[in-house]
């Protein structure tokens, strides 16, 4: 599906961001393991936590459609996933086979694990080295760095492990192995990732400390909880710097997970000089919530790099986006990352950007961008990766003339409603 963009006088409205991705993952996978029936509300009906449903349904979970967009989580309890008749598929979702992987590792029979050609070509390796420590049988592709996975499951025992890449992935894989593991399992972050697996696994009850960098697991059972998904922040991401950017522009989102460890976006705004406020802050399901508002800015170029980098990796490419229409140069290192993606996004965010009049120039773990360029339509291509596909539809609103976007359906994978919503807030009288 091909879409055309136009920059339109203004744009104002209020947007709901759909639910949390990395939340609705992890809420259907804990409490499929738990025990007793749970709601979890506000669910992102999108193709990747969708795939997670799907897996889990095929390992004997049951879970229903709800009102609203909710579900209805049958937990099975810890010994109660059966071996799936087929191979399990997760579609183009990271998430899902690297979380499923670490639980699969420890359930008493076999898995076949694959997704699409882009899952397939990411590295897997790095979680099959450490679930080999724990005792694991787990092989992949070409030296298993690639998908499918093959698993063997059964007993596993705990380690001591420091993370090689700042990856919630495999922190969470290890996590969900380490509740069926003997012994304590004991997982060191050298740059935290996010912890919604920690912060739910501590809601339902299981043995687990977070200490500074370190993370202590010992086996657990899990009970299930009702879970209201925050709204996401890397969907909100795509209005706040459609905001900051656009001359003409005031957008309200609301009920936006402002999580320390995603809210980066929000920082690195404000420190470019976005016209940015938060409100309401709040507590939903252990999670913290605010309503955000952003209008029209006059943005500087930064420098980003270190811990803060977790924090914004799946902003990156917005921006780079950003960056392009700032005053001044930015900097972006540390985020090696972006290249084992759903795409290389460091490759194809400079490549998009550049259609566009953009001055992008590729590092090998980021980008340096000369800033104040005007934006002109071009015919860009999204790759087939979502995020790319919604951060060149917001570089349309403020460049001159058309853009089309081929492979715009990208959007499905974590915001079906994206171009809905663009059209909405473009429709906003001058
Ligand atoms: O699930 P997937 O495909 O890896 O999704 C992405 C995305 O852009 O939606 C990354 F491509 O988000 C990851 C994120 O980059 C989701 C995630 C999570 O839910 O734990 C963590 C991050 O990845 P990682 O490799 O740092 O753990």
Redesign the pocket.
Known sequence: MKQVVQAPPALDGKVSPPGD??IS??AVILNGIARGDSRVSNFAQAA?CLATVACMRSLGVAIESSKGGGLVVGGVGDKGLKEADDVLCAE?????M??LAGLLAAQPFFSIITGDRS?RS?PMDRVIQPLRLMGAQIWGRSSDSRAPLVIKGGQLHGIRYTLP????????ALLLAALYARGDTIIKEPVA??D??ERMLKAMGAKIEVKGDAITVSPSRLKAIDITVPGDI?SAAFWLVAGVIHHRANIRLSNVGINPTRSGIIDVLNAMGANLTVTNERTVSGEPVADLRVQSSQLSGIEISGELI?RV??EIPLIALAASVAQGKTVIRDAG?LR???TD?ISNTAKELLKLGADVQELPDGMVIQGRKKLRGAACESHGD??LAMMIGVAALVAEGKTEIDNAEAVN??YPRFWQDLKRLSAAKS
């Open positions: 991705k990395s993952h992890r990747d183009n979702s990271g998430t899902t690297r979380l899952l990411r890449v700042p990856s919630a992935q495999l922190k969470s990732s996010r919604h697996t890397s977790p990796i799946d990352e084992v993606k759903e996004r979502h995020r994978i974590s």
